[in-house]
């Protein structure tokens, strides 16, 4: 959420300060590749799909504990996934109702329904059941994309590009309202089904954290996270070489590529704060955590970038045209994150 509320301009507006090869290359990864590859930028989505899941076990733990049926359980599941779809409407303009140009797929979306349908699966299947279940989907999905061109393609389309791939056909045939790339919607529908794999691998490791059964220590816990979170990594890197990494495609090398990711940073955070104790400097996170919905939503309703050039656009026209939009920069992320503080301290939270 700190690279989504501004983080990511920042570091793009401090390497035009220092242009050069290095920074050319840092400023890059603060953009979704094109198409194949993968990006810092790229890997922010699947986190926060990831850390979701991990939240999920501990979650339920807490209410069953306090006595919570299955039913119970169920609706607040499913009412959480619908809202944040929901939500995720508003954000591209629901309010506008002009319903023939919304665009109904987004991030919200795509977090709240590939969420949902892996609690349900947590709910009611095995780990392994669900394990059976992750690794049929990525090898499902991967054969589908790679073996199946879209039926209005052109002649000799690559099954994998935008014009060939069976994901945007079916987001032209089936997804309502507009789609983001006309031929294409990287939140769309089939591309869900890989998503969900993604909350699995968080639900996966937040059952592993919560697990005591095993007598494990916590140094032993972030140590065998690290080294599953080399191991698919590694699957992930891999499969790219037969399936690309594709984050607008959600393909199985992405998704196995940032899990990875996703696990290792878990592991590497977990050793730090939990086990060692190095705690004091996460309060500005914390602080944009805990409200990590409301940032994103108050980004696309609040003018905050109009109120915080009122209090830094004086000084920034003072300076350089580079220089300036640092100090723009700066401005912004500083007025989210006090906007962010001011709730903190009313103890203000907004949940799903």
């Known amino acids: 959420m700190f690279f989504i509320m501004g983080f990511s301009g920042l570091v793009t507006s401090l390497c035009a300060l220092w242009p050069g090869s290095f920074t050319d290359m840092l400023a890059s990864q603060m953009q979704h590749a094109a198409w194949n590859g993968l990006t810092i930028q790229d890997t922010i989505f699947p986190l926060f799909l990831f850390i979701a899941g991990v939240a999920f076990p501990f979650s339920l733990a ?81 054969l589908l994309l790679g073996l199946v061109v879209a039926p209005d393609a052109p002649v000799g389309a690559d099954p994998l590009s935008v014009e060939g791939c ?31 794999v993604s909350a699995l691998f968080g639900m996966f490791t937040g059952e592993f954290l919560l697990d005591g059964r095993r007598g494990l220590s916590g140094s032993w ?11 698919i990594t590694t699957a992930g890197l891999c499969w790219n070489l037969i399936m690309p990494v594709n984050k607008n495609l ?51 309703i609040i003018p905050l970038r109009y109120a915080s050039d009122f209090f830094v656009g004086g000084l920034a026209s003072k300076c350089s045209e580079t220089v300036g ?19 903190y301290r009313k103890n203000t939270f907004l949940k799903v």
Not at 114 to 142: E, N, P
């Open 250 to 300: 959600w393909s199985s090398s992405f998704t196995c590529v940032v899990s990875g990711y996703s696990l290792g940073m878990t592991a590497l955070f977990y050793y730090l704060i939990d086990v060692c104790g190095y705690k004091r400097w996460t309060f500005v996170f914390r602080v944009i955590g805990l409200n990590s919905i409301t940032i994103y939503m108050a980004q696309r």
């Open 166 to 196: 069976l994901a945007g056909w079916i987001d032209r045939q089936y997804l309502p309202g507009h789609i983001l790339y006309g031929a294409f919607d990287p939140e769309g529908i089939l591309s869900t089904l890989p998503a969900v």
């Open 325 to 343: 939009a640092v100090i723009y920069d700066i401005g912004y992320i500083v007025l989210c994150w006090l906007f962010l503080y001011f709730l």
């Open 221 to 231: 816990k972030a140590f065998y996270m690290a080294v599953a979170a080399l191991a």
């Open 62 to 142: 807490k209410q069953r504990a306090r006595g919570f049926g299955r039913k119970r359980i169920l609706d607040r599941i499913f009412r959480r996934g619908l809202i944040l779809a929901l939500l995720g409407m508003v954000y591209n303009g629901l309010f506008e109702l002009n319903f023939s140009s919304l665009r109904i797929a987004s991030v919200l979306g795509r977090i709240g329904l590939a969420w949902m349908f892996a609690a349900l699966l947590c709910v009611y299947c095995s780990v392994r059941t669900r394990i059976a279940v992750a690794g049929i989907i990525l090898i499902g999905y991967s």
